[in-house]
């Protein structure tokens, strides 16, 4: 995504294409997975010009085109493919201390048998929860304001309504090479969101882990009212 021009086909690409490729790219990156129709509508693009960017985008490897998820296809017809990020195309987002920061941590894992990686996740899962519990408390809405939180934080997060909750997305993840390498991180981080949110919260999937987008489930807290004591009566003589 760095490059400012490359050949393709005997004829130089212009950099205005590379600039529009790369906001399509980017796109998909914090909106997550996308049809041709609506990336266009997105970026103001012409059908056959966003056709144009995307195909270039999957030969590079940077997008991938696949079936949409069921619950995301409704009515009738054969549903529009959807345009996710590919590993390789994520990389290209990613931040360039990720191999440095894998080294640190496979050291300290061998010089405390992991306990030491255990620690830095907790650390840090303590200063998201320290920051996003300020944030938090800003906002009626904890869910909105935890998703407005990580955005601003790089994760590029929304919230989404389910039947019996709420499902957070983060569709960026600045430390998934990283994550990938030591799951406690997005463990230590899913129990920060519990205690932000208050209630117990559920992964469902996470970009460390190979899927397009991180996934949260939150469910909808039910209070119960006290069930009401039942004396009984005196006797009547």
Known sequence: MARRCELRHNSVVKIDDLSTR?????????????????????????????????????????????EPHQALT???GRPSKVFVMTDSG?????????DLAVAALKFMSAQSGGTLVKAFAQSRADDIERKGTVALAKRSNKSEALATFLTEQGYAASIESRPLGEQLCQHHCPIAHVAA?????????????????????????????GDGVCTTYIPNTVKTKPSKKITAGKAHS
């Open 22 to 66: 790369d906001a399509v790219a980017r796109s998909v990156l914090e909106n997550g997975p996308s049809t041709a129709v609506v990336l266009g509508e997105r970026l103001g693009l012409t059908p056959a010009g966003i056709r144009r960017h995307l195909d270039l985008l999957v030969a590079d490897g940077i997008l991938e085109a696949r």
């Open 74 to 76: 409704r009515g009738r």
């Open 90 to 98: 994520r990389e290209k987002f990613e931040h360039s201390y990720d």
């Open 181 to 209: 390498e030591f799951p406690a991180l997005c463990e230590a981080e899913t129990e920060a969101f519990s205690r932000m949110l208050g209630t117990h919260v559920q992964r469902l999937a996470t970009i460390a882990h």
